[in-house]
């Protein structure tokens, strides 16, 4: 990705911010689908940050504890047309 001759061109359209995300929803995908204003601020982040919660409880006894030592762990989402 970072080797493509256009990506510092094309940078900024890889990776949005929520709020990017929520004005874009707002203005193309509210008004065909009728979904509440700021849909992604009031419902898909808190389903989001549900759906994590479930995912690291349900693993949470099989992570290694050791003093000195952490990770991060990362989750993808992927929306669709059916929200």
Not at 21 to 40: C, D, F, H, K, S
Not at 41 to 56: A, D, G, K, Y
Not at 64 to 76: K, L, N, Q, S, T
Request: glycine share 2%; with cysteine; net charge positive.
């Amino acid at each position: 990705q970072k080797k493509d001759p256009h990506y510092k061109k094309l940078k900024e359209d890889t990776v949005w911010t929520f709020n990017r995300l929520n004005e874009y929803i707002n203005t193309y995908v509210a008004p065909v689908r009728r979904l509440q204003r700021n849909w992604v601020t009031r419902q898909l982040l808190p389903e989001m940050h549900r759906i994590s919660t479930h995912v690291f409880s349900a693993v949470k006894d099989k992570l290694a504890c050791r003093v000195g030592f952490f990770e991060i762990y990362g989750m993808d989402f992927m929306i669709d047309s059916s929200l």
